[in-house]
Every structure is written in C-alpha cells, then in structure tokens.
C-alpha cells in the first residue's frame, strides 16, 4: 500500500521561496519515480517536475525551470520541492505522485498513487 502525504504548503509574497517536502510509504512495482504536480480550479492537474529513483534525473515543466528545484532522499523516501521567485501563477495545489516511464522512456506519467496535497498561495 502507498502512501504520499505532502507538507510545506503557505501563503507568500510574489517573489519568495517555499520548499514542499513529500514523504512515501509502500510502492508500486514499475515506478520510477516521484513527481510533482499541481492544480487550480481553471488548469486542471499540470505536470510541475520528477525525478528518477535511481540515478536521480529530473524533468521540469518549462515555466518552472531556472525557479524551481527537485530533489529526493533515498534512504528516507522523501521528496522535495524547493520553489523559488515565486509568482502569482504558481498559486495552486502541489501534489506528489508516484511517475512511471512515458512513452518516450522518460520518467514522468502520473498513475493512481497520489498525495492529498498542499496548497500553495501566492499573493502579489
């Protein structure tokens, strides 16, 4: 049984950092990976990030790239999230997942297995 439970969620100032923090329970045979990903009333559910298990490649949504960092513990089985220059358009809810091979091999497609989430707010 998987479990994802994510914290660090707050209401900050356009401009400033959080770090979400994601930690894993269980998992699921075939996963490579853990990954962010967010979503608000108008978007629906976005890719935001993953990173292999293994050998620790990650994948970035191109919005988020250059401002946004992920980053696992192995031996805890803990993802993070450190966002940075934070922007009104990143108001949403974050939520961890378990990420399986796309298509393309990379490791970035969501499955079943997700966290409750945490809401991030971003006021200007």
């Known amino acids: 049984q998987v479990q994802l439970v994510e914290s660090g969620g707050d209401s900050v100032q356009a401009g400033g950092a959080l770090r979400l923090t994601c930690s894993k329970s269980?998992?699921?045979?075939?996963?490579?990976?853990m990954g962010w990903f967010r979503q608000t009333p108008g978007k629906g559910r976005e890719f935001v990030s993953s990173?292999?298990?293994?050998?620790?490649?990650?994948n970035y949504r191109d919005i988020i790239k250059g401002r946004f960092t992920v980053s696992q513990d192995k031996a805890k089985n803990t993802l993070f999230l450190q966002m940075n220059n934070l922007k009104t358009e990143d108001t949403a809810v974050y939520l961890c997942?378990?990420?399986?091979?796309?298509?393309?091999?990379?490791?970035?497609?969501?499955?079943?297995?997700w966290g409750q989430g945490t809401q991030v707010t971003v006021y200007s």
């Open positions: 990173i292999r298990t293994d050998d620790g490649t990650t």
């Open positions: 269980g998992d699921a045979v075939g996963s490579c990976g």
């Open positions: 997942g378990l990420v399986f091979r796309s298509y393309d091999g990379s490791c970035v497609r969501p499955d079943y297995y």
